[in-house]
């Protein structure tokens, strides 16, 4: 009877175990491609040939940044369905990022009480925004990232995403980036303005 129950309690924990490994990988390997796209993303878009280094806000922006655009955005993002849907679900809340990136060139992840003060500190000064973002993050650009989570089609042929970048406090701008997969690599396919300062 005893060796029964220990059987059967042994066996359920590896159930368990295996199950949790397996959701485990599952999501690693979702975050995974969500990093593709953004290599692919960043590479297109923002890394140069005297790109040296990029900012990106270490978190990624939740739904709440969404919700009140225009219908026109609304209408952009649905007609692209289970994408959308994907990036609705992922996008509720916020996530941290790690320092996954593989580009050429190196990564600042910035946390938010330190955008906050770079902003609060430098105002509207455009100038001497360069010149402090230049001596304490980037000379090479001067811009602050920041990125959604990334929604995906079932057959992970197309991800969806927003970015927007702020370069002071009237410079910068909100786009939903289409991807599509070609060849390996992830390709901008379409954008469509939110915001712009």
């Not at 042929?157 to 910068?172: D, E, I, M, P, S």
Request: aromatic share 14%; glycine share 6%.
């Amino acid at each position: 009877m005893l060796k029964n129950t220990i059987l059967k309690l042994s066996l359920f924990l590896i159930i368990i175990l295996f199950q949790s490994n397996a959701l485990y990988s599952q999501t690693s390997a979702n975050f995974a491609e969500e990093y593709e796209v953004y290599n692919g993303l960043l590479e297109e878009m923002f890394i140069g040939e005297f790109t040296e280094q990029l900012v990106i806000e270490k978190y990624t922006k939740p739904n709440d940044l969404y919700i009140d655009y225009p219908k026109s955005h609304n209408k952009y993002i649905s007609r692209f369905n289970d994408t959308a849907k994907d990036f609705m679900e992922k996008n509720k809340k916020s996530i941290e990022l790690e320092n996954k990136f593989n580009v050429k060139v190196k990564m600042n992840l910035l946390y938010g009480e330190e955008r906050k003060k770079l902003f609060d500190e430098l105002n509207a000064n455009y100038f001497e925004w360069e010149k402090v973002f230049a001596e304490n993050y980037s000379k090479s650009g001067n811009q602050i990232l920041t990125l959604s989570r990334v929604g995906f089609n079932v057959k992970k042929t197309k991800a969806l995403l927003h970015l927007g970048y702020q370069c002071g406090w009237t410079c910068g701008e909100g786009n939903y980036i289409l991807l599509i997969k070609k060849d390996g690599k992830w390709k901008i396919k379409k954008k469509s303005m939110t915001w712009i300062s």
